[in-house]
């Protein structure tokens, strides 16, 4: 039997290799993809987004969150729940774009400009870790998905051995349960402490063209 893990990551895997469209930020896709998933053949019975969880119902579980937990996706069928967790870190992109019909006369910024590549990889354990909580947490979620979207290749390609941030890579391969910077008396290690999942997790990474421009995917099951 198939698990509702693997038919959600299946539709996810399908809207990133089918869309067309530069997404202006993780807002714009975070709302496209809950469309895609919810026209998707009456598959799910609830497709919810910004899914919020109170902090006062995971103590003990972790601190990586603030004062509050809000999932970017959720979708639920019967009774199991499959929380979704995106991240769209890009490097600037301009276009020259129409708005109500009409082509505007100058080229835009569609895509932002983000950098901080590091935390961006950060963010994305983050994320792993979110997952697994709540799966501890909550008996009806059986898995995930880390979702990662990026044009920028330095995510893909990853960082040195000796590179402050090598163990936040995301890149081809498996990952090392631990989550530090290697200079650990850094403000950027005090700012964003240590963490380690459950798992050596594999990453596999798959590309499009969109618009011209190389885009990169990854999805992760929990």
């Known amino acids: 039997m198939t698990r509702l893990v693997d038919l959600v990551k299946d539709d996810v895997s399908a809207f990133l290799k089918s869309n067309q ?10 709302m496209h993809l809950a469309l895609w998933l919810e026209a998707s ?41 499959v929380p979704i967790e995106l991240k769209y870190k890009t490097k600037g992109v301009n276009r020259q774009i129409s708005r109500f019909g009409i082509k505007l006369s100058k080229e835009v910024l569609v895509v932002k400009n983000q950098g901080a590549q590091n935390l961006g990889m950060y963010g994305f354990w983050k994320d792993v870790k979110r997952i697994e909580l709540l799966r501890r947490r909550f008996d009806n979620i059986h898995n995930g998905l880390a979702v990662f979207v990026t044009n920028d ?41 240590r963490f380690d999942v459950e798992a050596e997790y594999s990453m596999h990474w798959e590309s499009n063209i969109i618009d011209t421009e190389k885009f990169y995917h990854t999805i992760l099951t929990i």
């Open 21 to 30: 469209e530069l997404l202006f930020n993780e807002r714009d896709l975070q």
């Open 41 to 81: 053949d009456n598959k799910y019975d609830d497709v919810d987004i910004e899914y919020y969880v109170p902090n006062s119902e995971l103590e003990g579980y972790g601190d990586l969150w603030d004062n509050e937990l809000r999932i970017d996706i959720v979708v639920r069928k019967g009774i199991e729940y």
């Open 153 to 193: 290749e330095i995510y893909v390609k990853g960082s040195k051995e000796s590179s402050d941030n090598y163990l936040m890579n995301i890149s081809e391969g498996k990952h090392s349960i631990h989550k530090y910077w290697q200079k650990r008396e850094s403000k950027l290690a005090k700012d964003n402490p």
